[in-house]
């Protein structure tokens, strides 16, 4: 099986910045494709990054471009998202899952049906 154990978060002020990891299990990481998710009270699930298993395509949602960035190191089985300018809205717990279908090249839709390993979440708490 495939293990995902986020860590990273914390709580911060407005402004602040925080870097999450997500690592992962197994010798085929490089090929699955990873997304960064997240909760917040009271809130639906929403997707907010994805990346291929070669780093070549990453996605954002439109609420976090220009201030998160996804990034992989396939060598320590690691996927990053770091975070800058946070604001109290992204008050939530932080997911990461994997698609585990190895294409290496492509990347699944936002609504994360292709996601089938989720890690257990940490928690990012902003303040204003």
């Known amino acids: 099986q495939v293990q995902l154990v986020e860590s990273g978060g914390g709580l911060v002020q407005a402004g602040d910045s925080l870097r999450l990891s997500c690592a992962a299990s197994g010798r085929t990481f490089s090929s699955y494709a990873i997304a960064w998710f997240r909760q917040g009270p009271g809130k639906a699930r929403e997707f907010v990054g994805s990346?291929?298993?070669?780093?070549?395509?990453?996605l954002y949602a439109d609420s976090v471009k220009g201030r998160f960035t996804i990034s992989r190191d396939n060598s320590e089985n690691t996927v990053y998202l770091q975070m800058n300018n946070l604001k109290p809205e992204d008050t939530a717990v932080y997911y990461c899952a994997a698609d585990l279908r190895r294409s290496r090249t492509t990347l699944p839709g936002t609504k994360g049906l292709e996601y089938t390993t989720w890690g257990q979440g940490t928690q990012v708490t902003v303040s204003s």
């Open positions: 990346i291929n298993g070669s780093g070549g395509i990453r």
